[in-house]
């Protein structure tokens, strides 16, 4: 369904909000009814499937950053029932599309023109529609075009929509409202810049630049001269989004040559730029039958503080982590334990993190690593389950973990992920980033 309006105002957007907790007490009360007149062990499932239904249709209707914040749930597995996964899952490129005359109203305030008179030809039905905007194919010169059109209003409701999804948050991530205000700067800053096309298109042609040499990697064209700050246009990429390749049932190769390119453009990116493109789900990616892996959707980029590097990447090495001082200087710096801790609850710390990082540096003990192994990624999302319940990591004055690790550590999630779906086998070892780490920490003790 089209949609031909967006809430804009902060009382209407809130309002949605209001109207949704009514659905969702509505939805609780029918359960519970159930569960006495009709079946004493009814699940929740029906509950969840429900709940989950009404929170999304009313993010979606709301799009901009209160969609995103869906998209991003999606992908933690670990910490929304399944239902939520699914439903929300469907932020990433498949939520309601805008209805003509929105679009044709977006491209009137950023050019005075309609798309039809600045494309030889213009599809108003969208292809694909996301959290902050859409996509549309186009004509002109004799190549067809992708023409990303942003939602109305999304970056000016993007403090106000945080506020909104506030106990959201704290209801489903069970995260204390310090941890939450700890973070949420960070989550603001990258929302803005998403919203930010003129952004997009300059680190869009930086990074595939840097990264043209990576085998089996497509990067687009972008066309300044038809864009702007809420219009981005390109070169229309021809692959497959993931699920829809996997039903082509390519061959071991195909996915493995895939899974490398991947691997290997994210390597490149964190450890010799010290800048990553932050949003590894599904809807950003391309894949071809010849075993190529088209990159799209530069807005979320995060750059990597080189203090926090040479701290955060030494969990990933065996050498620094089999010495207590350094194990000990990184959970500071981390902000993971702090001076506030006992001992004792330092030490349930940072032993849990330990164990975690240990599991987490699997693929980088393998010369080549199968991340189709679905125990090994069980076994992550297991223990980081595990994590997020313990007592300790909830009672701290500040909260815990560096905000820079927040981006760093969903990006590392959603590559593994893919990975794991896409049942590809990678060789992890290519670049050696390891010994500038160990000199640095070998250097302090």
């Known amino acids: 369904m089209e949609q031909s309006s967006i809430p804009v105002t902060k009382v209407e ?7 949704t907790g009514a659905q969702i007490g509505g939805n609780y ?8 007149f009709v079946d004493p062990n009814l699940s929740r499932d029906e509950l969840h499937e429900d709940n989950a239904s009404d929170v999304y249709n009313a993010l979606s209707e709301l799009k901009g950053s209160a969609l995103k914040v869906a998209q991003m749930l999606s992908m933690e597995k670990n910490v929304l029932p399944r239902q939520y996964v699914n439903k929300f899952a469907l932020a990433q490129y498949s939520a309601p599309p805008l209805s003509g005359p929105l ?7 950023q050019f005075g023109k309609a798309p039809q008179h600045i494309f030889e030809d213009f599809e108003m039905k969208s292809a694909n529609a996301a959290s902050i905007g859409q996509v549309h194919k186009a004509y002109k010169d004799g190549k067809k075009l992708a023409v990303k059109i942003q939602y109305p209003g999304v970056a000016e409701s993007i403090k106000s929509d945080l506020k909104i999804v506030k106990p959201i948050a704290f209801r489903l991530l069970d995260i204390s409202e310090k941890e939450f205000d700890k973070y949420i700067k960070e989550v ?7 919203t930010d096309y003129e952004l997009e298109l300059a680190r869009s042609i930086e990074i595939s630049k840097l990264c043209s040499h990576i085998p089996n990697l497509v990067f687009t064209n972008y066309y300044k001269e038809l864009s702007s700050k809420k219009v981005l246009v390109m070169d229309w990429l021809d692959g497959l989004h993931l699920d829809e390749f996997l ?5 071991q190769e195909v996915r493995n040559a895939i899974g490398q390119a991947m691997w290997d453009f994210y390597d490149f990116q964190v450890h010799e730029q010290r800048k990553v493109h932050a949003d590894p789900h599904p809807g950003n990616f391309l894949m071809y039958p010849d075993g190529r892996l088209g990159v799209i959707d530069f807005g979320c980029v995060k750059e990597i503080p080189d203090d926090f590097y040479m701290h955060y990447f030494a969990l ?8 207590a001082h350094s194990i000990k200087r990184i959970m500071v710096q981390q902000q993971i334990i702090n001076a506030y801790d006992s001992e004792a609850v330092q030490q349930k710390i940072t032993d849990a993190f330990v164990k975690m990082t240990n599991l987490l540096r699997e ?21 980081g389950e595990e994590v997020s319940k ?11 973990g560096s905000q820079h690790a927040l981006y760093i550590n969903r990006t590392y999630f959603g590559i593994y992920s893919i990975l794991n779906m896409l049942g590809a086998q990678v060789k992890t070892g290519v670049r050696d980033w390891k010994k500038p780490l160990i000199h640095f920490h070998m250097g302090m003790n």
């Open 13 to 19: 957007r809130a309002m949605r909000f209001v109207k």
């Open 29 to 36: 009360l029918k359960h519970y009814t159930k569960k006495v």
């Open 103 to 109: 679009i044709v109203q977006t491209f009137m305030k």
């Open 188 to 194: 603001e800053s990258k929302l803005l810049e998403e």
């Open 247 to 251: 039903k082509t049932y390519p061959s």
């Open 316 to 323: 990933l090495v065996p050498e620094i982590m089999q010495d």
């Open 363 to 383: 693929p980088f003990n393998h010369e080549v690593f199968n991340f189709g192994n679905n125990e090994y990624i069980d076994a992550i999302y297991a223990m």
């Open 390 to 400: 313990m007592d300790e990591l909830k009672k701290s004055k500040e909260g815990r």
